[in-house]
């Protein structure tokens, strides 16, 4: 069974930065996408950042050029690198991942199959 656990979760002040990180388990295939999603309270989840099976990086407008997603050359790790956070970034953030022939609209419209249980993000004045 695929597990993904988030870190890296922390409270930091406006304009700082923090790296979060997914550990990825259970499978030896080569996921279609997996990414970054962020649920503040009293609004929906939100597509943060993915990356599709042949390496294709995707952003919300919202954190282009402030954020950054990888993986580790073994695909084990999925990381996201935060960078001049905001107060609106502050969300609990989750990690997904998908290994089905499913389209990039399916997986950041929410339907990957696997997902972490969250690391949280406050960010503060």
């Known amino acids: 069974q695929v597990q993904l656990v988030e870190s890296g979760g922390d409270s930091v002040q406006a304009g700082g930065s923090l790296r979060l990180s997914c550990a990825i388990s259970?499978?030896?295939?080569?996921?279609?996408?997996v990414g970054w999603f962020r649920q503040a309270p009293g609004k929906e989840r939100e597509a943060v950042a993915s990356?599709?099976?042949?390496?294709?990086?995707t952003y919300a407008d919202s954190v282009k050029g402030r954020f950054a997603v990888s993986q580790d050359n073994a695909k084990t790790t999925l990381y996201l690198q935060m960078n001049s956070l905001e107060l609106e970034d502050t969300a609990m953030y989750y990690c997904?991942?998908?290994?089905?022939?499913?389209?990039?609209?399916?997986?950041?419209?929410?339907?990957?199959?696997?997902w972490g249980q969250g690391t949280q993000v406050t960010v503060s004045s």
């Open positions: 997904a991942a998908d290994y089905r022939a499913i389209t990039r609209g399916q997986f950041l419209g929410g339907e990957a199959r696997f």
């Open positions: 259970g499978t030896r295939l080569r996921s279609s996408y």
């Open positions: 990356i599709q099976w042949d390496g294709t990086t």
